[in-house]
C-alpha cells in the first residue's frame, strides 16, 4: 500500500494519495486535472514552476496549448476561495510561470506588490492599489513600494498623484531609474513638456554621466522641444525615431517596445503593430500591463489590439 501523501495549508488538506481536498473538513470538488496541478503546485511549495514545467507534470503524455493552465489555474482559484484569498495561495508570475505563496508570510511586502502587480495586469486596477497600499503600511519607507504605488496611478491615468508618489520614492533613493522613468512620462502625459525634458537630465545627471553626454542629452533636448512646439506628441515621438533608427543595429526586445510605443504615438499603426509582434515574440516582461498601460491607448482603437491581447490571454 502507498505511503499518504497529505499537504495542510491554510484551512485546506490536500491528500495527493486519496485525490482529494477538504476546507475544514468539508470536501470540495477538482476536476482531475485541476487535483493534479494544485498536487505538482504543492510538492514544490515556495517554488517557481514554469509553464512548461507544469505541463510537463500535468500532462506528460499530451500535447496541450499553454492557455489550458490558465483555465485550471482560475478554477483552483475559486475552490481556494476566489478573489484575493485564492490569489494569496497561486500567483501568477508573467510570461514564466506560477508559485505557490504558502510560505510567504502576510507581512512579506514584496508579495503584496506581486498581487496588486498581477490585479493590474487583469485590469482590476483599484483592486491593484489597495493590494499595494497594503505592502505600504508593511514597508512605509520604501523606494520600491512607493514607485509602485505611482505606477498605479500611472494605469489609472491619475498622473498627478503618480508625480507625487514617483517624487517620494526619489525622496528615498534619488536614483531609482523606475521612479525617474515613470515621473518624466506623467509630466509628459500632464503637458508638462519643460518638466518632462528637465526630468530627463536629471537623470543623466543623478547617475552621474560625464559632461559631454550630458550636453548631447541637453542638445537632443533641444530637439524634442523644438519637434513639440511644430506638432505636438506626434512630432516628439517622430523626432525621437528618427534617433532611435540611427542606434537600430543595437536593437534587442527592450527597443522593439520602445519603437511599438513611439510608432503608435507617431499614428503609424502599421508599424506600430510590427513592432509589438516581435516584443510580444520575445516574450518581453514590460508587457504585462498591456491591457491597462496608458501607453497603448493609440491602438486601443484598433481591432488588431484585441488579438494581441487575446494572444497575451489578457482579453476579458
Not at 477538504?22 to 517554488?47: E, M, S, T, Y
Not at 510561470?97 to 498581477?118: C, D, F, M, V
Request: overall charge neutral; proline content about 3%; charged content about 20%.
Amino acid at each position: 500500500m502507498a505511503a499518504s501523501e497529505i499537504y495542510a495549508f491554510g484551512e485546506f488538506t490536500l491528500d495527493a494519495t486519496g485525490r482529494s481536498l477538504a476546507r475544514r473538513g468539508a470536501a470540495i470538488h477538482l476536476a482531475p486535472k485541476a487535483h493534479d496541478l494544485l498536487v505538482a503546485l504543492v510538492r514544490q511549495a515556495g517554488r517557481l514552476l514554469t509553464k512548461q514545467e507544469l505541463l510537463a507534470q500535468v500532462w506528460p503524455d499530451a500535447f496541450v496549448e499553454e492557455g489550458i493552465l490558465s483555465v485550471h489555474v482560475s478554477s483552483l482559484r475559486k475552490a481556494l476561495g476566489g478573489g484575493n484569498r485564492g490569489a494569496a495561495y497561486i500567483q501568477t508570475v508573467a510570461r514564466s510561470g506560477y508559485l505557490r505563496a504558502l510560505q510567504i508570510s502576510p507581512n512579506h511586502t514584496e508579495a503584496w506588490l506581486h498581487y496588486g502587480s498581477l490585479m493590474e495586469a487583469l485590469g482590476k486596477l483599484e483592486e491593484g492599489l489597495q493590494l499595494k497600499q497594503q505592502a505600504l503600511e508593511r514597508d512605509p519607507f520604501s523606494a520600491l513600494v512607493r514607485v509602485q504605488i505611482a505606477v498605479a496611478y500611472w494605469h489609472q491615468r491619475r498622473y498627478d498623484e503618480a508625480i507625487v508618489w514617483a517624487n517620494k520614492a526619489l525622496d528615498i533613493d534619488p536614483k531609482h531609474l523606475l521612479a525617474r522613468e515613470f515621473l518624466a512620462g506623467a509630466y509628459l502625459m500632464t503637458g508638462n513638456f519643460d518638466a518632462f525634458l528637465q526630468e530627463n537630465i536629471t537623470q543623466a545627471e543623478s547617475f552621474g554621466s560625464p559632461p559631454a553626454a550630458i550636453e548631447l542629452i541637453r542638445a537632443a533636448c533641444g530637439r524634442l522641444k523644438a519637434a513639440y512646439a511644430r506638432g505636438g506628441h506626434a512630432a516628439v515621438a517622430r523626432c525621437a525615431l528618427d534617433h532611435a533608427a540611427r542606434q537600430a543595429q543595437h536593437a534587442n526586445g527592450s527597443a522593439d517596445l520602445r519603437f511599438a510605443v513611439l510608432h503608435a504615438q507617431a499614428g503609424d499603426l502599421d508599424d506600430a503593430f510590427r513592432w509589438l509582434d516581435r516584443a510580444l515574440d520575445s516574450h518581453d516582461p514590460s508587457l504585462v500591463h498591456l491591457a491597462v498601460a496608458p501607453q497603448w491607448d493609440g491602438l486601443r482603437g484598433d481591432p488588431r489590439f484585441q488579438q494581441r491581447l487575446a494572444r497575451m490571454g489578457l482579453l476579458h
